[in-house]
């Protein structure tokens, strides 16, 4: 099994970088994704191959992936970025997906 | 663009076997770069995976699970299936089907996600 932390929350002011962390052993080795799931939605995929945003995910959505830390910004974050965000990797010689244990983001 | 949507009980028996079934449209389960997935989340919890199966009814599942679960697609149907066995009330959670993307030999992600369909195990 792959372990993978992530803090249970964050909170951050209108207008204001929120950064969130998920550490896995050597994480750096893998490609991360990462998921947005607002109050009573299914998970979105903001972020995949470490850095990449899916069409229409706005650009204040970036991160990076390096040593056993991949790390998502928020920058500028607005009201509709509360939501729990949570990071995804992959072990592809077993095929097995892992997911971090979620981080809840509040915009105070 | 792809859609997915869950159908099946939202009340299963403790012991009994939870099945659900994923629709989806906009798309084929037969294309060849597409994983279909099921994940699960137990109320107020994180996300868990359960497993994938391919178009050719190949599986993987997550080892805490594997004793209990099977996949299985229906070209025809355009539809892919889950099984859990033996259920108990720890199996109580919102069961989202999804399609996982690979590009290459160690990328991958899951997009998209269906609504979600909750399944409580009842004593």
Known sequence: S???????????????????????????DKYVC???QRPGQSPVLIIYQDHNRPSGIPERFSASNSGNTATLTISGTQTVDEAAYYCQAWDSTAALVFFGGGTQVTVL | ???LQESGPGLVK????????????????????????WIRQPPGKG???????????????NPSLRSRVSMSVDTSKNQFSLK???????????????????RGSNVNWLDPWGQGTLVTVSS
Do not use: H
């Open chain 2, 47 to 61: 996300l868990e995976w359960i497993g994938y199966v391919y178009f050719s009814g190949s599986t993987n599942y």
């Open chain 2, 84 to 102: 859990l066995y033996s259920v108990t009330a720890a199996d109580t959670a919102v069961y989202y089907c999804a399609r996982e993307m690979r």
């Open chain 1, 2 to 28: 792959y372990e993978l932390t992530q803090p249970p929350s964050v909170s951050v002011s209108p207008g204001q970088t929120a950064s969130i962390t998920c550490s896995g052993d050597k994480l750096g």
């Open chain 2, 14 to 37: 403790s012991s009994e076997t939870l099945s659900l079934t994923c629709s989806v449209s906009g798309g084929s389960v037969s294309s060849g770069d597409s994983y279909w997935s």
């Open chain 1, 34 to 36: 990462w998921y947005q």
């Open chain 2, 1 to 3: 663009q792809v859609q």
